[in-house]
């Protein structure tokens, strides 16, 4: 087991932060560094003003923002506010926009949609079945992401290789199943990496990723991970590795924004 471990985590210090336990950059961090930057100059000017970086605000969706604010490029900033979300996470928009001086989009579902599942189905529904599970994430997270995409023809997400074996064989750029561009700049990245850049750059990160969440989702899907568990371990815990993704990575025509 390496650092990049999650196992890492508990073998450091009781208040040891994320910085602390991970950010070791790789031999080649400074190569990969490159060719993310060449890659976010390129995919700005092919797509001026039609991209977007859907952020979940994780360290990884920190790392690009810091890029494109550093970089000036001309690319929106979209999250996916779902109502479901940690107090902590939803702080982070603000922060953000005060440190680099830009807007973020803020996309949320439906009101009604959501007030007609959750009387449907009760407030837990997720932990009832994969259905409703997916149910509550394409109200809360797939439509409104439809939204955050409708008019763009590209878009920028914070994936990377190392998270689980379902993003195993991520490419720096693919065409998702609407035919835009997606780009995954830090495909090659280690976790460690990272934690590295934010380091190096003062990045703001949800203090969560202090407290054993190293992928952070809607509260009542995510816990914190314990020794020798998946870096992904903690996010719908009670369904199969293989299940675990909300649908927004998931080649797939989208559903109607309207
Ligand atoms: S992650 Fe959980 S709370 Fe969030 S949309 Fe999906 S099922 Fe609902």
Request: proline content about 5%; overall charge negative.
């Amino acid at each position: 087991m390496n650092d990049s471990s999650p196992l890492s985590i508990l073998s450091g210090p009781a208040t040891a932060s994320a910085i602390d336990l991970y950010a070791r950059p790789s031999p080649d961090f400074e190569a990969k560094l490159d060719a993310t930057i060449e890659l976010l100059k390129a995919v700005a000017e092919d797509h001026a003003g039609r991209i977007v970086q859907a952020t979940s605000l994780g360290a990884e969706d920190m790392v690009v923002t810091d890029l494109l604010a550093r970089l000036g490029l001309d690319i929106a900033i979209g999250t996916l506010e779902t109502g479901a979300l940690h107090a902590e996470t939803v702080a982070l928009i603000p922060r953000l926009e005060q440190r680099y001086g830009l807007q973020v989009e803020i996309h949320r579902p439906r009101e009604e949609q959501v007030v007609h599942f959750v009387r449907s189905n009760g407030a837990d529904a997720m932990y009832r079945s994969i259905e409703l599970r997916k149910g509550c994430c394409q109200i809360r997270k797939m439509e409104p992401l439809a939204r955050m995409l409708e008019g763009r023809t590209a878009w920028i997400t914070g994936l990377r290789r190392e998270q689980s074996s379902n993003r195993g064989t991520v490419s720096f750029v693919e065409t998702d199943g609407n035919g835009r561009t997606k780009l995954n700049p830090l495909a090659d990245w280690t976790w460690n990496d990272v934690w590295h850049y934010i380091a190096q750059h003062d990045v703001p990160y949800n203090p969560l990723h202090d407290q054993f969440m190293p992928s952070i989702g809607c509260a009542p899907c995510t816990r914190a991970i314990a020794v020798g568990e998946d870096f992904r371990a903690g996010r719908w815990w009670w369904e199969d590795e293989a299940a675990k993704e909300c649908g927004l990575h998931v080649q797939q025509a989208e559903p109607a924004a309207a």
